[in-house]
């Protein structure tokens, strides 16, 4: 019986189980199986192969699969909090951090998801997400990701948000120097709402977008991160694929974190500043990029999702 969302997961499931089974892989019946899955869909058809062969369908695509087709096929399986604990976990394993990974996810999901995220977290690393966080950073991104991971971020009103356009431009555009702290004060404490308010009336008030006035002022990862919380989100998930694709080689992992996460709900959005600001869709992009089953599966996804996000 079909589910709510109009497939038959028990069926897809034999299907998946079919094209594993036995010598080779047919790895176009994996991506006509997968590639149109909503998250939901997909959890739906990982619950229904455990049921019909007691298998896990992650560690069978891991061991039928590799390289960049394998990520591609583990993130479209993987549960949206489930995988963002994943790449957080992973930004932060060993020596080192990757910040910029940390900016993309913390600062650019919703108050649920975020707790979605610290659940899923625990669950499987056994480590409080917060904890982890405030010991691999340091300084400002610490007192910005803080707020974020506790819920402590607050709606202002529109005399408040008036108010924060005349002190961000005093302690950036107006001033020699920039007080990257009053930057910090104000738009980290700020609900995304809230942020998105600040963003337009900034514009309407000075006449220039904030993120480009942040992107002046300030380097580093101070200013990814303020960037990010003040960018209108399909903005810059449109600047996170081009930034993926753009030069010498592709960031796969990028681009594969991005694409996941747009394509249930924000594709369409995104792929319309995609085409302003670059002349282009996301499918042409992909389509010029990459290669290979990895190409067929990711120019799946996207025809998939720009059907469902219309």
Not at 6 to 35: H, N, P, Y
Not at 97 to 106: A, P, V
Not at 211 to 238: C, H, N, Q, W
């Amino acid at each position: 019986m079909a589910d709510s969302e109009g497939i038959d997961a028990a069926q897809m499931a034999q299907r998946l189980r079919k094209a594993m089974k036995g010598w080779g892989t047919d790895e176009d019946a994996l991506i006509d199986c997968l590639a149109s899955l909503t998250t939901s869909q997909a959890q739906e058809v990982r619950a229904a192969f455990q049921d019909e062969f007691g298998r896990d369908l992650i560690k069978d695509i891991k061991s039928e699969c590799g390289g960049k087709l394998e990520d591609a096929l583990v993130a479209l399986l993987l549960a949206r909090e489930e995988y963002d604990a994943q790449c957080l976990y992973k930004a932060m394993k060993g020596v080192g951090t990757t910040e910029s990974i940390i900016t993309e996810i913390l600062a650019s999901r919703t108050h649920d998801e975020i707790e979605a995220i610290k659940g899923a977290y625990k669950q499987f690393y056994g480590k409080s997400l917060v904890d982890k966080v405030d010991s691999e950073l340091g300084g400002f991104l610490s007192s910005l990701c803080i707020p974020i991971l506790e819920g402590k971020r607050e709606d202002a009103d529109d005399d408040k948000i008036a108010e924060m356009v005349e002190s961000l431009y005093k302690a950036g555009p107006a001033k020699w120097g920039t007080e990257e702290s009053t930057f910090v004060r104000l738009i980290g404490g700020l609900s995304h709402d809230s942020c998105m308010a600040l963003y337009d009336k900034y514009a309407d008030e000075k006449g220039e977008a904030l993120d480009r006035v942040i992107k002046k002022e300030m380097s580093g990862d101070l200013r990814d991160f303020l960037m990010a919380l003040v960018t209108p989100r399909e903005m810059y998930f449109a600047d996170r694929l081009k930034t993926s694709m753009e030069g010498m080689g592709t960031d796969d992992a990028m681009l594969i974190r991005n694409l996941m996460y747009i394509k249930d709900n924000l594709y369409d959005a995104v792929d319309k500043v995609f085409v302003r600001e670059h002349k282009k869709n996301i499918y042409k992009w992909v389509e010029d990029d990459c290669s290979g089953d990895y190409e067929k599966l990711l120019l799946k996804v996207c025809s998939a999702a720009k059907q469902r996000t219309k």
